[in-house]
């Protein structure tokens, strides 16, 4: 299975794209991989919040296949343990879908339509971060993820 991490909006802070470089690099050792950054979707002062999330909401539909599996990184989400979170995605990438899509949405989280073709939410944290910031934890702890399964030396308990 593939596994992709998709975000609506691109990275501007130097510091996060190279911490970004950093987990791509060691995610791919483990799993076929892709990182995808959509653009903000184009809107005027007028548009609102409603409206921006469905356009987002059409961007991703364009570019989802019926069988994938979607994670939204949602502050609703179900909250893991890292141990609890590589469990979770082992039996993620046990089911029959050729990819399976970890979304970052943009500032106004996702649409309705969004979270009912989803197959799972997921929250990093109670906390709040920005949806820059978020992308370099969540790769940490993919990276994390997969480190555990192996049993290698990364993650201490």
């Not at 987990?23 to 076929?32: D, G, M, R, T």
Request: glycine fraction near 6%.
């Amino acid at each position: 299975m593939k596994v992709c991490v998709w975000t609506i909006g691109k990275t501007s802070e130097s510091y996060l794209k190279e911490g970004l470089q950093i987990y791509l690099k060691k995610i791919k050792h483990y799993v076929p991989f892709e990182y995808e950054e959509w653009p903000a979707v184009k809107v005027h002062k007028s548009t609102s919040a409603d409206q921006v999330k469905t356009l987002e909401a059409n961007l991703i539909f364009s570019k989802i296949k019926n069988d994938d599996l979607l994670v939204l990184l949602d502050e609703k989400g179900k909250e893991y343990t890292s141990r609890g979170f590589s469990a979770q995605l082992n039996k993620w990438q046990n089911q029959s879908a050729k990819r399976m899509i970890f979304l970052v949405g943009g500032a106004f989280g996702f649409s309705e339509e969004l979270y009912t073709r989803s197959n799972a939410k997921l929250s990093l944290s109670q906390m709040t971060f920005s949806h820059q910031m978020i992308r370099l934890f969540f790769l940490e702890q993919l990276y994390r993820g997969y480190s555990i399964q192996r049993n290698e030396p990364y993650h201490n308990d």
